[in-house]
């Protein structure tokens, strides 16, 4: 089965085994990566060196408050909330607005 890559997506390293076992389902980005689209397939790579692990589908792209993040989007990145919290404020700081992107994996 063929299909068009429409975009590229980075995660960390450390994120990897979670991504490919589907128990991380979602990312939450900055606004400057609020552009990905419903319905999208994308490149996965690692952000440290770039190594391609797998391809996704974008099912869901919802803006969310920080301050809306609850137990159901920990679980999409399994992890608690309070390790989720300090995931984001550690990659991007004080942070008001994210950009829920729900995927699944569909080549590794
Ligand atoms: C590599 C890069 O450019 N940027 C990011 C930004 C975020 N994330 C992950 O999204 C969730 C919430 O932010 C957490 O699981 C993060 O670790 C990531 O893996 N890589």
Do not use: P
Not at 50 to 63: G, S
Not at 91 to 99: A, E, F
């Amino acid at each position: 089965m063929t299909y068009t890559i429409d975009g590229e997506i980075t995660f960390f390293e450390r994120f990897e085994a979670d991504i490919l076992s589907g128990a991380k389902n979602i990312t939450l980005r900055d606004q400057s990566e609020s552009h990905f689209k419903v319905g999208q397939r994308l490149h996965v790579a690692t952000f440290e060196d770039n190594r391609w692990f797998c391809d996704i589908l974008v099912e869901r792209v919802e803006k969310l408050a920080f301050n809306h993040l609850n137990d159901v989007h920990a679980q999409q990145e399994n992890m608690t909330l309070a390790e989720l919290k300090k995931v984001i404020i550690d990659i991007y700081g004080s942070i008001d607005t994210l950009y829920l992107i729900g995927f699944s994996v569909i080549k590794a």
